[in-house]
């Protein structure tokens, strides 16, 4: 059934369409998903405190000998999604791709880095899951999902 949705979502984009949110009965994988050598885990989205934009955070790890780009995330629970305030990029503004060397593990936490979902189509509340696909340059497509956790709540992971 999980690889059925991952068809369907990567259907969708193929054919120009966006990643529909997949709510309570989620097909995406939520505790890590791999593809290739890449490994995303620690997926959350922080309750948002307006209804116009979002947050998502996860951890990216390269067990390769290679490094990889995040080239874009994808999801259809906002109208836009960007990567933004990378660690080592200035400003509070979309960054460009992401490389994560080989061995490595980046992590997108508050102050550090985060998916922006700006333009919900619905309110974003906790308990949902928010769907996200990565784009790898080597890699290639990696289905995650976020749960959407109450502000001050104790994220995947642990306190990142």
């Known amino acids: 059934?999980?690889?059925?949705?991952?068809l369907l979502v990567i259907g969708a984009l193929a054919l120009g369409r966006e990643v529909p949110p997949i709510n309570a009965a989620d097909h995406?994988?939520?505790?890590g998903a791999t593809a290739g050598s890449i490994t995303v885990f620690d997926a959350y989205v922080r309750e948002p405190a307006t209804d116009d934009v979002?947050?998502?955070y996860f951890a990216i790890?390269?067990?390769g000998s290679a490094p990889d780009t995040l080239l874009?995330?994808?999801s259809g629970?906002?109208?836009t999604v960007s990567v933004h305030d990378l660690p080592g990029a200035a400003g509070h503004?979309?960054?460009?791709?992401l490389t994560i060397e080989a061995g490595q593990t980046v992590r997108l936490r508050p102050g550090e880095g985060h998916v922006m979902?700006?333009?919900?189509?619905s309110p974003i509340t906790p308990g949902q899951r928010v769907t996200l696909l990565l784009r790898f340059q080597d890699a290639g497509e990696l289905l995650v999902s976020a749960p959407v956790i109450p502000i001050g709540a104790e994220p995947p992971g642990g306190r990142q």
Do not use: F
């Open 77 to 79: 629970a906002a109208a």
């Open 72 to 74: 874009s995330v994808h």
């Open 28 to 31: 995406a994988v939520t505790h």
């Open 93 to 97: 503004q979309a960054s460009g791709p």
């Open 61 to 63: 790890r390269n067990d």
């Open 1 to 6: 059934m999980a690889v059925l949705a991952a």
């Open 117 to 121: 979902l700006e333009s919900p189509v």
């Open 54 to 56: 979002a947050a998502a």
